[in-house]
């Protein structure tokens, strides 16, 4: 299946909101000639018009620019959904800072209580996440040193 162009995924979202090319443009506050431009993708617009396309729309801009989101389903308590959130309100940049100390904290072994590591099957399914108890950690640091795991 091939990939839609910008301007053909700003057509398909406006008519499946059954919007006119004139009630998208007044919606985005933007030229009914700048829209047809990026429809036609003669033009290509910059971060704040496709910012201004997607709310419009009410799509995300990730949607309106075809990158794909991955939907899981976690088990969170309030203090973590609340963090979820609050990541979510942070521009790219801020967070990409949340996603360094996150990682900077967990390598610090003071905060790390939990090790998680990658289990590959021999399925080709993709490899799960597992969670090691401060319980099994401590047993394997007190266990004799062997080549097995």
Known sequence: MEELTFGQRI?????K???LQKELAEKAEISPTALNYY???KREPNVLVIKKIAKALNITG???LGMDTV??????????KGLIEKYRHLNQE????VINYINDLIATEKYANTIFRAAKSDDNTPPQILKVSDERIKKL???PETDEI
């Open 71 to 80: 939907n899981i389903t976690v088990q969170c308590n309030q203090d973590e």
């Open 94 to 97: 801020g967070q990409a800072k």
């Open 17 to 19: 909101k059954h919007m």
């Open 141 to 143: 640091e007190d266990a």
């Open 11 to 15: 057509v398909s979202f406006r008519v």
């Open 62 to 64: 990730d949607e309106l």
């Open 39 to 41: 429809e036609k993708d």
